[in-house]
C-alpha cells in the first residue's frame, strides 16, 4: 500500500476508473495500490452500490458496497431535508432511484398529479419527450425540482452519450426553474463519501472539471484530475479557478509519484522558475499555443504540469496547443485527447 500524506481518495468512476465494463489503462493497479481507503463516487444514479461494486470486482478493483457512493442516495438525503415525509415525488430516473426514493419515506408517481410536490431527476435511458414534459408540467404547477447530478455527457465504449445535465437543461430552459443539485460538484458528495471511511484529508481524483475537480475544491480537498476521460489540456488550460485541479496525470500510472516523492508537481504552489525551465510557451490571440519543452530528460507527467502551470499565469485563451518542433509534438501527442 502507498503511503501518502492523504487518509482516503475520492475516485470518480466514468472516465476515471472505467468505460461502461472496460477498466481505463492503469487505474486498476493504481487504485488496489491505494488499500481499503479509496472510496467510489459516482454521479451515475441508475445503479445501486452493489450493482457498481459487482461490476468493479469483475474488472479488477477490490472494493464492495460500503466503498460506492451514488448520486442516488445523495439525492435522497437532500429529499429527507427538504420535503415532508409522505411528500409525493415525480421520479425520472432508473427503478433503482424509484425505489431508494420510496425507501425513503415518499410517494413516487411517473405522471405528475394535482399534488405532486417534488421531481427528481436522474440519467435514464428510457427517458424522452413525453417524461420531460411531465416533469416541467410539474415544476410549474410548483413542484420542487432536484437533480441527481448535471454531466451533460455520458462515457461509454462507443463514446459520449447524452448525459443526464443535458436533459435536465432541457426541463430548466422550459420552465425557467434550475434543479437544486445532489451529486458532484456538490460538497456533500465529497464530505460524505470521506465519512464512509473516516476521512479528513482526501485526494479527489476524476477526469471532469465541473463535476469532480470543482466538487473536491468546494469540500476543501486536494484533487487530481486525468486526461483519461472527457476533459482536454486546453480545458485545464482554461479552467476557472473553482475548477483548477491540484494535480493533473495523463493516466494514474503516476499516481505514486504525486503522493510520495515531489511536491512541485502541485500546480497551486509550483514555483515559477521550475515551470519554466521545462515549458516554453507562447500563446498567440488566436488561442494557438506553441510548445517547446527544453529538458528532453523531464517525464511526460511533469511536461504536462508545467503546460498547465504555465497557461494558468498566461492572460490568453488556449484554444489548441502545438510543438514548435517535432520532438515537441511527438510529447503532445503522447497526451490523450488533444
Given amino acids: 500500500m502507498i503511503t501518502s500524506n492523504y487518509d482516503c481518495y475520492l ?23 491505494l488499500g481499503d481507503r479509496v472510496v467510489f463516487v459516482t454521479n451515475n444514479a441508475s445503479r445501486s452500490p452493489e450493482t457498481v461494486a ?32 409522505g411528500t409525493e415525488v415525480l421520479v425520472l430516473g432508473a427503478p433503482y432511484l424509484e425505489e431508494l426514493i420510496r425507501q425513503s419515506g415518499f410517494v413516487t408517481v411517473r405522471d405528475e398529479t394535482p399534488v405532486t410536490g417534488a421531481v427528481v431527476q436522474g440519467h435514464c435511458d428510457d427517458t424522452g419527450w413525453r ?29 459520449l452519450n447524452v448525459g443526464n445535465g443535458a436533459m435536465v437543461g432541457a426541463v430548466e430552459i422550459s420552465t425557467g426553474v434550475r434543479a437544486t443539485t445532489a451529486g458532484k460538484p ?26 469532480d475537480i470543482e466538487g473536491g475544491v468546494n469540500a476543501g480537498y486536494d484533487t487530481l484530475c486525468v486526461l483519461t476521460g472527457v476533459i482536454t ?37 509550483m514555483p515559477t522558475s ?50 514548435a518542433t517535432a520532438d515537441d509534438m511527438k510529447e503532445i501527442r503522447t497526451w490523450k485527447n488533444l
Avoid at 139 to 159: C, H, K, M, V, W
Avoid at 192 to 198: E, P, T
Wanted: aromatic letters at 6%.
Fill in 186 to 211: 456538490s460538497p456533500r458528495s465529497m464530505q460524505q463519501a470521506a465519512h464512509l471511511v473516516g476521512g479528513q484529508h482526501a485526494l479527489v481524483i476524476g477526469d471532469r472539471l465541473d463535476t
Fill in 11 to 33: 475516485v470518480d468512476l466514468d472516465g476515471t476508473a472505467n468505460v461502461g465494463d472496460l477498466p481505463i489503462p492503469h487505474a486498476v493497479t493504481a487504485l488496489n495500490a
Fill in 131 to 159: 417524461e420531460l414534459s411531465s416533469a416541467a408540467r410539474a415544476i410549474r404547477q410548483g413542484a420542487r425540482y432536484f437533480a441527481t447530478n448535471r454531466d451533460t455527457s455520458l462515457p461509454s465504449e462507443r463514446g
Fill in 274 to 323: 521550475y515551470s519554466s525551465s521545462l515549458v516554453e510557451l507562447e500563446i498567440d490571440t488566436q488561442g494557438k499555443a506553441i510548445v517547446h519543452f527544453p529538458d528532453h530528460a523531464a517525464t511526460s507527467r511533469d511536461k504536462l504540469a508545467a503546460l498547465i502551470h504555465q497557461a494558468w499565469h498566461n492572460n490568453h485563451y488556449v484554444y489548441t496547443i502545438v510543438g
Fill in 54 to 85: 459487482q461490476r468493479l470486482t469483475r474488472i479488477g478493483y477490490r472494493t464492495d458496497p460500503r466503498h460506492i457512493l451514488t448520486s442516488a442516495q445523495l439525492a435522497c438525503q437532500l429529499l429527507r431535508e427538504e420535503l415532508a415525509p
Fill in 233 to 269: 489540456v486546453p480545458d485545464i488550460c482554461n479552467a476557472a479557478l473553482s475548477q483548477r485541479p491540484t494535480f493533473v496525470l495523463p493516466n494514474l500510472s503516476f499516481i505514486a509519484e504525486i503522493l510520495t516523492v515531489d511536491t512541485r508537481l502541485r500546480l497551486d504552489t
